[in-house]
């Protein structure tokens, strides 16, 4: 299996704070990638896929990049309804994993 | 309305045998690849089962020979049928639309619990 390890896994910023959330793959996954948002109580819910191609819908402070072994999730200015719990997952194999996730806290 | 909604989670044994049911609207399970995700208690998220739209079906290790995915296109439902629980199999269910392997639409999760 693409074992797949997310850094850190928590963080404290405070709102309007430019947060980066790291996520890497065992072996070279392309730009097969996904980034999904939980909050308490709720099913996740997808950011991005495809690395770096935005879910319609979703606010444009959020952006990915990324290919091969190393990506990251960026929200250039945390606003209060970003802080929740990020996933990220590999889609190029088709036995599916999720990285351990990051928990984004308030300061 | 776009919508899963899960269901036949609760309480069993160690050993024992649960079906949990996902029923669709709004889409078709026949014609999408369909998955279960799994969320123990507060922790990560774990990815189960997948059914494509062509029947094949694929399995996380930890579950292979103990799972089940089926659907009944005439009922529009996923299942999963789960044999053999143990402890480490109590989380919350989820069922979600997977599309390029990715999941675009969740359902709102059933709990399992798996304890004497």
């Known amino acids: 299996d693409i074992q797949m390890t997310q850094s850190p896994s928590s963080l404290s910023a405070s709102v309007g704070d430019r947060v980066t959330i790291s996520c890497r793959s065992s072996?070279?996954?392309?730009?097969?990638l996904v980034w999904y948002q939980q909050k308490p109580g709720n099913a996740p819910k997808r950011l991005i896929y495809a690395a770096s191609i935005l879910q319609p819908g979703v606010p444009s402070r959020f952006s990915g990049s990324g290919s091969g072994t190393d990506f990251s999730l960026t929200i250039s200015s945390l606003q209060r309804e970003d802080f929740a719990t990020y996933y990220c997952q590999q889609t190029y194999s088709s036995l599916l994993t999720f990285g351990g996730g990051t928990k984004v806290e308030i300061k | 309305e776009v919508q899963l909604v899960e269901s036949g989670g609760g309480l069993v044994q160690p050993g024992g045998s649960l079906r949990l049911s996902c029923e669709a609207s709004?889409?078709?399970?026949?014609?999408?690849?369909m998955s279960w995700v799994r969320q123990a208690p507060r922790k990560g998220l774990e990815w189960v089962s997948l059914?494509?739209?062509?029947?094949?079906?694929y399995y996380a290790e930890s579950v292979k020979g103990r799972f089940a995915i089926s659907r009944d296109t005439s009922k529009n439902t996923l299942y999963l049928e789960m044999n053999s629980l143990r402890a480490e199999d109590t989380a919350v269910y989820y069922c979600a639309r997977t599309v390029q392997y990715s999941f675009d639409l969740w359902g709102q999760g059933i709990l399992v619990t798996v304890s004497s």
């Open positions: 072996q070279s996954i392309d730009t097969y």
């Open positions: 059914i494509h739209d062509g029947g094949s079906t």
């Open positions: 709004g889409i078709n399970v026949r014609s999408n690849h």
